[in-house]
């Protein structure tokens, strides 16, 4: 599995490319001020880079295939980063919006909130970081103590795992057991929708937009 997205990478984009990706981009969008900056975790071969992009949204890519990677800075023109979101700084990033559109369903139960916390650390401002870097260095424990910005996220429905032909391993989840999660994390489910695979599988998606604004 961990060698799937690379080595049938021409597959994937044909299978994905053309989905129409609006229904669950949308109210992410609207909540979104024009020209915001989004960061699409896993963003494959940039499918969702170009329709935001073609919105008026800046947009950089993140995405550990190599060959994905290549797809989508040729089709979507636009920065993308390629490494490990597991262990990538994301502090490095300062962005209004992060995407996560499928791209952790292959994450164990219980290493998703390390995850989705190390991700969303993309989301703290500049100026946050900065003060959160003087509070580190005077020893006060603060991680992530400012933080600001919107989130997307979908996972599949479901108990337990789920491995298909191609020996890729899912991880289902529950409603509850997801805004749990965000809860914990501070975000706010500001829209939610709950619908079928697009690529007709029988599978069903649980798709959330999450809003963050606090002070840790």
């Not at 991880?171 to 994390?185: K, V």
Request: contains cysteine; glycine residues 8%; neutral net charge.
């Amino acid at each position: 599995m961990s060698d799937y997205y690379q080595d049938n990478y021409k597959a994937y984009h044909e299978k994905t490319f053309s989905i129409d990706p609006a229904f669950f981009l949308e109210p992410l969008a609207k909540s979104l001020s024009p020209g915001s900056l989004v960061l699409d975790i896993g963003c494959g071969s940039g499918r969702d880079l170009i329709w935001f992009k073609n919105r008026g949204f800046n947009i950089i890519g993140f995405e550990r295939s190599h060959g994905l990677a290549s797809l989508a800075r040729e089709k979507a023109g636009c920065e993308i980063i390629e490494g490990d979101f597991e262990s990538f700084d994301f502090s490095k990033v300062s962005v209004d919006a992060v995407i996560m559109s499928g791209s952790l369903v292959h994450i164990p139960h219980n290493k998703l909130p390390y995850v989705f916390q190390n991700i969303t650390r993309a989301l703290v401002p500049r100026q946050g970081k900065e003060l959160n870097r003087k509070i580190a260095d005077s020893g006060v424990q603060s991680e992530n103590r400012f933080l600001k910005g919107y989130a997307y996220i979908s996972l599949k429905e479901g108990s337990g795992t789920r491995t298909d032909r191609q020996g890729r391993t899912f991880y289902l989840w529950q409603d509850r057991e997801l805004r749990e999660l965000f809860d914990m994390q501070g975000f706010n489910v500001i829209d939610f929708y709950r619908s079928e695979s697009a690529l007709k599988t029988g599978e069903v998606w649980l798709g959330y937009v999450l809003k963050l604004d606090t002070a840790l």
